[in-house]
């Protein structure tokens, strides 16, 4: 048996630990001269939704079940890239993965947009650098390096469509040390992804969102009624690309949900969205 191998078995059948907190950039994240911003903040406005703000040091939060399987989900909540939607887009994600032995990784990306124009840029590096750090540390946390997806919602939806189709165009000096040639996730799992149409034509995908035949797998998750920017269409459009290339992807869309249902038990089909994603990563062979 290969070294390799044999250290991915024991680290594999190690008891789950508590959480671990990765910083991405130990020298701090890459940002424009003079760029400032407040302290980081958590808050609740009453509406029961945790909103983290003001985030200029991203950390990765890995968490290792029991029953660890060797996959991993790097978990990107949504907030229109100026706040994250922290718990029913964030933990309580991660918490019902480790149910299905998935390690998780919990990304907490640069928020609030720092150039509005183009809004995706440091949580793409964010993303990247993640994807590097789960490979080069994938003995440690047990998981296998070719079985390392990605998870969004909203904004973190696109964050998670632009990690798997510009996983490689890099906009920072990278580190061998943390960094990976390939930083393509493996599989990829949008859930309502935002900004992939534009607002005066939801029908149309927008000139990046390119799918090639090396794109990964990816299961897409909406609802109907969702509209704008956010409209269902843009993952019917996507999945449309992938079937053009004939590249495994699979759909859920919806009647009824609106937009940012996450972990929200509405009583609708919606809440369900989870066991139709774990059905897929079982049929994909990352769930057993």
Same mark, same amino acid.
């Given at each position: %048996?290969?070294?390799?191998?044999?250290?991915?078995?024991?680290?594999?059948?190690?008891?789950?630990?508590?959480?671990?907190?990765?910083?991405?950039?130990?020298?701090?994240?890459?940002?424009?001269?003079?760029?400032?911003?407040?302290?980081?903040?958590?808050?609740?406005?009453?509406?029961?939704? #945790?909103? %983290?703000?003001?985030?200029?040091?991203?950390?990765?939060?890995?968490?290792?079940?029991?029953?660890?399987?060797?996959?991993? =989900?790097? @978990?990107?909540?949504?907030?229109?890239?100026?706040?994250?939607?922290?718990?029913?887009?964030? *933990?309580?994600?991660?918490?019902?993965?480790?149910?299905?032995?998935?390690? *998780?990784?919990?990304?907490?990306?640069?928020?609030?947009?720092?150039?509005?124009?183009?809004?995706?840029?440091? +949580?793409?590096?964010?993303?990247?650098?993640?994807?590097?750090?789960?490979?080069?540390?994938?003995?440690?946390?047990?998981?296998?390096?070719?079985?390392?997806?990605?998870?969004?919602?909203?904004?973190?939806?696109?964050?998670?469509?632009?990690? *798997?189709?510009?996983?490689?165009?890099?906009?920072?000096?990278?580190?061998?040390?943390?960094?990976? +040639?390939?930083?393509?996730?493996?599989?990829?799992?949008?859930?309502?992804?935002?900004?992939?149409?534009?607002?005066?034509?939801?029908?149309?995908?927008? +000139?990046?969102? #390119?799918?090639?035949?090396?794109?990964?797998?990816?299961?897409?998750?909406?609802?109907?009624?969702?509209?704008? =920017? *956010?409209? /269902?269409?843009?993952?019917?459009?996507?999945?449309?690309?992938?079937?053009?290339?004939?590249?495994?992807?699979?759909?859920?869309?919806? /009647?009824?949900?609106?937009?940012?249902?996450?972990?929200?038990?509405?009583?609708?089909?919606? /809440?369900?969205?989870? =066991?139709?994603?774990?059905?897929?990563?079982?049929?994909?062979?990352? @769930?057993?």
């Amino acid at each position: %048996m290969k070294i390799a191998s044999l250290a991915f078995l024991v680290a594999l059948s190690v008891q789950a630990a508590e959480p671990v907190t990765i910083k991405l950039w130990p020298s701090g994240a890459p940002e424009k001269p003079g760029f400032k911003i407040g302290a980081e903040e958590l808050n609740d406005k009453g509406d029961g939704i #945790k909103r %983290m703000s003001n985030v200029s040091d991203p950390t990765l939060t890995v968490q290792k079940p029991d029953n660890a399987n060797g996959t991993c =989900v790097i @978990v990107c909540p949504g907030g229109g890239y100026n706040i994250l939607a922290i718990e029913h887009e964030g *933990t309580q994600v991660c918490d019902y993965l480790n149910k299905l032995g998935v390690t *998780t990784a919990l990304l907490k990306y640069r928020v609030p947009r720092r150039d509005p124009a183009n809004p995706s840029v440091e +949580p793409l590096q964010d993303a990247q650098r993640s994807i590097g750090i789960l490979r080069h540390r994938a003995a440690e946390f047990g998981i296998a390096p070719d079985r390392i997806g990605i998870l969004g919602f909203s904004a973190g939806g696109h964050l998670t469509v632009m990690a *798997t189709l510009h996983a490689n165009e890099r906009t920072y000096t990278q580190d061998p040390a943390l960094d990976v +040639p390939d930083a393509t996730p493996n599989f990829s799992i949008p859930v309502y992804p935002a900004y992939l149409v534009d607002k005066d034509d939801t029908f149309k995908l927008l +000139p990046e969102i #390119k799918v090639t035949e090396k794109s990964p797998p990816m299961c897409l998750v909406h609802a109907h009624d969702d509209k704008g =920017v *956010t409209s /269902a269409s843009s993952s019917a459009l996507l999945y449309l690309e992938y079937k053009k290339l004939n590249l495994p992807a699979e759909l859920h869309i919806y /009647a009824k949900g609106g937009h940012g249902f996450g972990m929200k038990d509405s009583g609708l089909p919606t /809440a369900q969205w989870l =066991v139709r994603v774990g059905e897929w990563m079982k049929a994909m062979g990352w @769930v057993k």
